[in-house]
């Protein structure tokens, strides 16, 4: 869903909030939305969205949903929905996504690749389910 | 049958002093009991062994925060419903269930209210809901701050502590990533519904303000320039370094019946 430059003041209940006034470093693997407030440094995977806010510095790479950016990053993201740069962020990197708005003020220095839709679409292994019939019961008590 | 292991040297050897009354009000409340001394906590395992059968309904852990620990490690099925009877006044997994005292818990026994909770440990200590690390200072603050009647009743909110209560610490979550910072304190959160078992909350100080960290993660550990104390409920465990899990195992636990016949106890 997309979200709006208010949401980014108040990101509805992030799973995980990276604050200022600490130093974070590493991976970090996830399956909900990330809010990052302050500085980041390594990697960030999640299948929820990303929030990079006005006053942080990411330098990672970072893979999500729906990624937005209101702040700094230097790394490449690849998005498997949107990629939404505000007036106020700056990415220094190459994204990958099904959709890319960059408003008037945002800033990106790198190269920019859309996905294709099908390719969003995960494989599924087909599964097959055989019925057992009564003699496969009969076959199977028979070698025990 | 429960099988009530007791520690007779827990609380300055309270047992021996309530023996008769225990007894009796086990048999009071019918519950059927075999009471068995551990006179060594290593002996633990083999008693259990000697002990649990088909036909015991429980397990109950008389002693303080030692016994518990040694008993909980030493129980392997998790289908053994676990009551914990406290003796000492540092009890507090029997603190965090709301027992306070041993009548509380037989009382439990008698009518019991299982619950399948997910165990955390600090250093060797296991605990359910949650445990805190945070500074002297801002300990004495916040108990301040939540007793004080005035500023309640003024409706004045907590001060925002100063940059002199914040202590500078070294934080690694799943050995994969580092924190580091100026931090008033943390507190860490059992969750049973997600895929980390732990919920990580750092309060850091950033501009004169308290700056929120959430992080989902299995294992921490935290290391501080001033030693910081470790607390579940409101007893200090340890103190810092230390190292807080979250543990797979599940434990069935006696706790006492819900809140509306709590009340009308107290009256």
Same mark, same amino acid.
């Given at each position: 869903?997309?979200?709006?430059?208010?949401?980014?003041?108040?990101?509805?209940?992030?799973?995980?909030?990276?604050?200022?006034?600490?130093?974070? +470093?590493?991976?970090?693997?996830?399956? &909900?939305? !990330?809010q990052? @407030?302050?500085?980041? %440094?390594?990697?960030?995977?999640?299948? #929820?969205?990303?929030?990079?806010?006005?006053?942080?510095?990411?330098?990672?790479?970072?893979?999500?949903?729906?990624?937005?950016?209101?702040?700094?990053v230097?790394?490449?993201?690849?998005?498997?929905? +949107?990629?939404?740069?505000?007036?106020? &962020?700056? !990415?220094?990197? @190459?994204?990958?996504? %099904?959709?890319?708005?960059?408003?008037? #003020?945002?800033?990106?220095?790198?190269?920019?690749?859309?996905?294709?839709?099908?390719?969003?679409?995960?494989?599924?292994?087909?599964?097959?389910?055989?019925?057992?019939?009564?003699?496969?019961?009969?076959k199977?008590?028979?070698?025990? | 049958?429960?099988?009530?292991?007791?520690?007779?040297?827990?609380?300055?050897?309270?047992?021996?002093?309530?023996?008769?009354?225990?007894?009796?009000?086990?048999?009071?409340?019918?519950?059927?009991?075999?009471?068995?001394?551990?006179?060594?906590?290593?002996?633990?395992?083999?008693?259990?062994?000697?002990?649990?059968?088909?036909?015991?309904?429980?397990?109950?852990?008389?002693?303080?925060n030692?016994?518990?620990?040694?008993?909980?490690?030493?129980?392997?099925?998790e289908n053994?419903?676990?009551a914990?009877?406290?003796?000492?006044?540092?009890?507090?997994?029997?603190?965090?269930?709301?027992?306070?005292?041993?009548?509380?818990?037989?009382?439990?026994?008698?009518?019991?209210?299982?619950?399948?909770?997910?165990?955390?440990?600090?250093?060797?200590?296991?605990?359910?809901?949650?445990?805190?690390?945070?500074?002297?200072?801002?300990?004495?603050?916040?108990?301040?701050?939540?007793?004080?009647?005035?500023?309640?009743?003024l409706?004045?909110?907590?001060?925002?502590?100063?940059?002199?209560?914040?202590?500078?610490?070294?934080?690694?979550?799943?050995?994969?990533?580092?924190?580091?910072?100026?931090?008033?304190?943390?507190?860490?959160?059992?969750?049973?519904?997600?895929?980390?078992?732990?919920?990580?909350?750092?309060?850091?100080?950033?501009?004169n303000?308290?700056?929120?960290?959430?992080?989902?993660?299995?294992?921490?550990?935290?290391?501080?320039?001033?030693?910081?104390?470790?607390?579940?409920g409101?007893?200090?465990?340890?103190?810092?370094?230390?190292?807080?899990?979250?543990?797979?195992?599940?434990?069935?636990?006696?706790?006492?019946?819900?809140?509306?016949?709590?009340?009308?106890?107290?009256?």
């Open positions: 869903m997309s979200k709006t430059r208010s949401d980014f003041a108040d990101f509805a209940n992030p799973d995980t909030i990276l604050g200022k006034g600490i130093e974070i +470093k590493g991976q970090m693997s996830t399956q &909900g939305d !990330v990052v @407030n302050g500085a980041f %440094s390594g990697k960030i995977t999640t299948n #929820g969205d990303v929030v990079v806010g006005e006053h942080a510095f990411v330098d990672a790479d970072i893979s999500g949903e729906n990624v937005y950016v209101a702040g700094e230097e790394g490449d993201i690849h998005a498997m929905d +949107k990629i939404h740069i505000l007036e106020t &962020g700056r !990415v220094n990197g @190459n994204v990958t996504s %099904s959709a890319l708005e960059i408003e008037a #003020g945002g800033i990106l220095k790198g190269s920019s690749t859309m996905r294709d839709v099908e390719e969003a679409v995960p494989e599924i292994d087909p599964t097959f389910e055989v019925e057992e019939t009564q003699s496969d019961k009969d199977k008590s028979d070698s025990k | 049958m429960y099988l009530f292991l007791v520690n007779p040297e827990a609380g300055g050897k309270k047992f021996s002093k309530i023996e008769k009354r225990f007894v009796g009000l086990l048999d009071k409340l019918k519950i059927k009991h075999k009471i068995v001394m551990i006179e060594n906590l290593a002996d633990i395992p083999q008693i259990l062994d000697e002990n649990v059968n088909t036909r015991t309904e429980g397990v109950a852990i008389v002693g303080g030692a016994t518990v620990n040694a008993v909980i490690n030493a129980v392997v099925s053994t419903p676990i914990i009877v406290p003796l000492s006044k540092t009890n507090h997994l029997a603190t965090s269930l709301g027992i306070h005292r041993w009548e509380q818990a037989l009382s439990a026994i008698a009518n019991p209210n299982l619950i399948d909770v997910r165990l955390g440990k600090v250093g060797s200590h296991y605990f359910i809901g949650s445990a805190e690390i945070a500074s002297h200072q801002n300990i004495i603050e916040k108990y301040l701050n939540k007793s004080n009647p005035l500023m309640k009743f409706g004045i909110r907590q001060s925002v502590p100063s940059t002199q209560m914040a202590v500078d610490m070294d934080i690694t979550l799943d050995q994969q990533m580092t924190i580091k910072g100026p931090v008033h304190g943390i507190r860490v959160d059992l969750v049973s519904d997600k895929d980390k078992k732990l919920r990580v909350e750092i309060l850091a100080h950033d501009d303000k308290v700056a929120k960290t959430v992080i989902m993660a299995d294992e921490l550990e935290a290391e501080s320039e001033k030693k910081m104390p470790v607390v579940i409101n007893e200090t465990i340890t103190h810092t370094p230390v190292e807080i899990k979250g543990v797979s195992k599940h434990i069935k636990l006696i706790s006492p019946a819900p809140k509306k016949e709590d009340k009308k106890t107290k009256k």
